[in-house]
């Protein structure tokens, strides 16, 4: 039966690639042409067959960009820097959409040592901090063998050296993965979608107001209860959302 299901599941992608491909080259011509809105539905279609590419988010991002959608901009802008965190034009691009937002939140200024831990942590994923540390591990188990059987006085120095600077760089690349595996754990971003939304102080609609945010901000969501999202901005408040008004970047 899986293996009838995984024949099927092969098939439609290879029936939907080129199907794809005709949709898209049909969006960026609207796109051209200036039907924005038309564009975005040929996008969307594409989105529905469970595509995700760089370049169909950053379209979708600057057709909503054309139509003065700033939170649907800012939000597939957000979701073609996950998959291209490097890429100049998106960066700039998101910069003149967020321009647009009425939210001015300011950014908590990180200490030197924070700013360099977490710049060495995310040179890499997860993945290949654990490749690393494994690859280190590897050299450490050798280079003891070396230095534990060798004979000769230069031999062992030299294996000594190595397997101590082989467990140093273990440890390191393990502290680097378990911290990019934190980080990827509690990053739970999300775009407000509502034109305004009242912040609480509690998980209900009862409790006092805290502040108020409007579409495009983003914020990071902390907990869930019910149906309500706690939240956290980049100036440290934090406060209830209702999960209808935010949608979290981290959908699939």
Not at 171 to 185: P, T, V
Not at 219 to 229: E, G, I, M, P, S
């Amino acid at each position: 039966m899986k293996k009838a299901i995984y024949i099927l599941a092969f098939l439609y992608s290879t029936l939907a690639f080129p199907q794809n491909e005709t949709l898209f080259e049909q969006a960026n011509t609207l796109y051209n042409q200036g039907k924005y809105a038309e564009a975005i539905d040929k996008y969307t279609a594409i989105l529905e067959t469970g595509n995700h590419s760089t370049a169909l988010y950053f379209n979708m991002a600057n057709a909503h960009y054309k139509l003065n959608n700033i939170a649907p901009s800012i939000y597939f802008y957000e979701k073609a820097l996950l998959l291209s965190p490097n890429d100049k034009e998106i960066k700039n691009n998101m910069a003149f959409a967020k321009n647009m937002t009425i939210d001015a939140i300011d950014i908590i200024p990180q200490s030197a040592i924070s700013k360099l831990v977490k710049n060495a942590t995310n040179i890499m994923g997860f993945d290949a901090w654990a490749k690393t540390s494994v690859a280190f591990a590897l050299c450490f188990v050798t280079l003891f063998l070396i230095y534990y059987f060798a004979y000769s006085t230069l031999k062992k120095r030299l294996a000594f050296i190595g397997f101590i600077t082989s467990l140093f760089l273990l440890c390191m690349s393990l502290g680097f993965a378990f911290h990019k595996f934190n980080i990827d754990k509690n990053n739970k971003p999300a775009i407000v979608f509502a034109q305004e939304s009242k912040v609480k102080s509690e998980p209900n609609s009862r409790s006092a107001e805290s502040f108020r945010l409007h579409e495009g901000t983003k914020v990071q969501v902390l907990d869930t209860v019910n149906q309500w999202k706690k939240i956290k901005l980049a100036d440290g408040k934090t406060g209830w959302i209702s999960a209808k008004d935010i949608k979290l970047l981290h959908d699939y």
